[in-house]
């Protein structure tokens, strides 16, 4: 069957007499702007080229193909949660709202959208960061709140365990039934603690789950808040896993450990895995990477045998470079998997900048996501410096971590736009999704003095397929 795909995609080509451009090429038919092909920009209704810090916080690819992109965008006195429905092209979907845009009133001020996810029923499921307690939306396919959830289509789950009472939900899943499990830090009297809350597709507290649908997991150190909790995965048999890192002081930039832990699916910690203790692994890689500050991960993905992948950035031993690529791979068992890297590590310095740059700073470079093709290789989206402000890079990697060098210029390619009115350009990708044919990256693009709007770009991709590798 994939064989019989592939001859029509390649003779409609043919017919229509297209060319497969480079891989990692803008898509020129992805976007908004004949000007810059490949790029679409959402503007908000109510944005100007001054103080509108406008930013994509998910991207979610929906049951008919179409993409929501899920942030946040300046109104008049406050910030809202901003829902725009475009098409599979790029273009904004103009029978959704307001020429594809709906906005909503935000749980608190200081708001930010953490995660975003779709259930089996086709809704879209929102996970709201720095409000007091965890906080999750639940849209229709139509963007209407669903009010089936909680009454209102807004979930709150507080914890109050002391402190501020200050609960941060940063990563959010669902389960085949609707249910909704959602992970992010707890504050307590003295330290931040995991905590991860299940509760039902009608917003109740699944029976059986810890106490009250809801679990701590305490650590020595606290678990950071931004971003302390990096992954949620549901593995297919029930258990849960979550990724993130802990700081030795909510100020800590130099000492801070990555951590998995796998729950079981009564939230008690699972005997099967674990480097420390049952459940939990953890490692801090200062001293074994020989560097002054510890790595700092941003995103994980977990693959179907249980191995969980954590994605960031690391302090360069090279004298050009502040900062490369840091990648860390754990077992399924737990342990470090050392067969891709020491310590289970791998670096990539993407030195944009060449080998004497003006500045280190102009060749550092984070990840901020990754993802699995349908042929076994990973995709990470960076920020990345040329210069003075920060562009977005991509890299492939084959199975065995090794840079695809059949992919952009050595297995790295970087894009920025340039329609700032300052001059200042610069864009911040900062998530991933694959389709047929095509890498869309989402974030923000610098518009002007302390502005920035939402924006997508489309990679064209060797990979025609878009279903999973497992």
């Known amino acids: 069957m994939r064989r019989l795909m592939l001859a029509a995609?390649?003779?409609?080509?043919?017919?229509?007499?297209?060319?497969?451009?480079?891989?990692?090429?803008?898509?020129?038919?992805?976007?908004?702007?004949?000007?810059?092909?490949?790029?679409?920009?959402?503007?908000?209704?109510?944005?100007s080229t001054t103080n509108s810090l406008d930013y994509v916080g998910a991207t979610v690819k929906a049951q008919d193909g179409k993409i929501w992109v899920v942030g946040r965008m300046k109104a008049p006195g406050a910030y809202r949660l901003s829902l725009y429905r475009v098409g599979a092209d790029g273009y904004p979907d103009v029978d959704f709202g307001d020429l594809g845009l709906r906005t909503v009133v935000a749980p608190c001020a200081d708001f930010s959208v953490a995660d975003a996810t779709l259930d089996a029923q086709g809704r879209l499921v929102v996970a709201i960061d720095r409000c007091p307690d965890f906080t999750v939306y639940r849209f229709l396919p139509n963007g209407d709140l669903d009010a089936s959830l909680a009454g209102s289509g807004v979930l709150s789950v507080p914890f109050n365990q002391g402190g501020d009472n200050e609960d941060f939900s940063q990563r959010v899943v669902t389960t085949a039934n609707g249910g909704i499990i959602v992970a992010g830090t707890v504050t307590t009297a003295t330290t931040n603690n995991l905590g991860i809350a299940w509760y039902t597709?009608?917003?109740?507290?699944?029976?059986?789950?810890?106490?009250?649908?809801?679990?701590?997991?305490?650590?020595?150190?606290?678990?950071?808040?931004?971003?302390?909790?990096?992954?949620?995965?549901?593995?297919a048999d029930g258990r849960i896993v979550v990724a993130g890192q802990i700081s030795q002081t909510t100020q800590a930039v130099s000492d801070k450990k990555q951590f998995v832990v796998r729950l079981l699916g009564n939230g008690g910690m699972d005997p099967a895995f674990g480097n420390v203790s049952a459940g939990l692994s953890k490692i801090n890689l200062k001293s074994p990477l020989g560097v002054a500050e510890s790595p700092r991960t941003y995103r994980s993905?977990?693959?179907?045998?249980?191995?969980?992948?954590?994605?960031?950035?690391?302090?360069?031993?090279?004298?050009?470079?502040?900062?490369?690529?840091?990648?860390?791979?754990?077992r399924p068992d737990g342990q470090l998997d050392t067969s891709i890297g020491p310590s289970g590590v791998r670096q990539y310095a993407l030195d944009f900048a060449g080998p004497n740059p003006a500045q280190p700073g102009d060749n550092w470079e984070s990840a901020n996501s990754i993802a699995r093709q349908a042929n076994g290789q990973y995709l990470i989206t960076a920020s990345s410096y040329s210069g003075e402000f920060p562009a977005t890079a991509v890299l492939r990697l084959n199975r065995n971590f090794s840079l695809d060098t059949r992919f952009g210029t050595g297995g790295k390619i970087q894009h920025v736009v340039q329609v700032s009115t300052t001059g200042d350009h610069g864009q911040i990708g900062s998530t991933l999704l694959l389709q047929p044919g095509r890498i869309v990256v989402a974030g923000s693009v610098f518009t002007g003095f302390n502005a920035r709007t939402q924006m997508m770009f489309g990679m064209q991709h060797d990979e025609v397929f878009a279903d999973t590798f497992d």
């Open 9 to 47: 995609v390649l003779a409609s080509a043919a017919i229509t007499g297209t060319t497969l451009a480079a891989d990692g090429a803008l898509d020129p038919i992805f976007g908004t702007d004949a000007e810059f092909p490949g790029y679409g920009f959402y503007a908000n209704p109510n944005g």
């Open 301 to 330: 993905m977990m693959e179907s045998n249980g191995a969980v992948i954590q994605v960031g950035h690391v302090l360069s031993n090279q004298v050009n470079s502040d900062g490369d690529i840091f990648l860390l791979r754990w």
């Open 201 to 235: 597709a009608a917003g109740l507290p699944l029976p059986g789950f810890g106490n009250a649908g809801k679990v701590q997991v305490p650590f020595e150190w606290s678990v950071s808040e931004i971003p302390g909790v990096n992954g949620l995965h549901l593995m």
